[in-house]
């Protein structure tokens, strides 16, 4: 079975910086996708960024621009960047991984337990 580890989540200063790293580990075939969402306390969770296997990536529209996802494939790692932190950006985090089990398998879903990201004034 697949395993997400997260690290790199903390508290920073409004318009600081921080970069979240997430690596997968265990029995598992191949990544489609690895991404990351985010959930504040009484919202609902969602999408910051994900990349796809080729190097396709997606943002959430508020964090466009300040944000920035990465991929290593060779270490089955994603990465996040965060660049010019807000207060809205206060919640926590958590690494998301689609793959394949075996070649023949369906698509799965796999999550970290998440780190807390913390902005502050």
């Known amino acids: 079975q697949a395993q997400l580890v997260e690290f790199g989540g903390g508290l920073a200063q409004a318009g600081g910086s921080l970069r979240l790293s997430c690596a997968a580990s265990?029995?598992?075939?191949?990544?489609?996708?690895m991404g990351w969402y985010r959930q504040a306390p009484g919202e609902q969770r969602e999408l910051v960024a994900t990349?796809?296997?080729?190097?396709?990536?997606n943002y959430a529209d508020s964090v466009k621009g300040r944000f920035t996802i990465s991929r290593d494939n060779a270490k089955n790692t994603v990465h996040l960047q965060m660049n010019s932190l807000k207060l809205e950006d206060t919640a926590v985090y958590y690494c998301?991984?689609?793959?394949?089990?075996?070649?023949?398998?369906?698509?799965?879903?796999?999550w970290g337990r998440g780190t807390q990201v913390t902005v502050s004034s």
């Open positions: 990349i796809t296997g080729t190097s396709i990536t």
């Open positions: 265990g029995n598992f075939f191949s990544i489609n996708a």
């Open positions: 998301n991984m689609r793959a394949r089990r075996t070649a023949w398998s369906p698509r799965d879903d796999y």
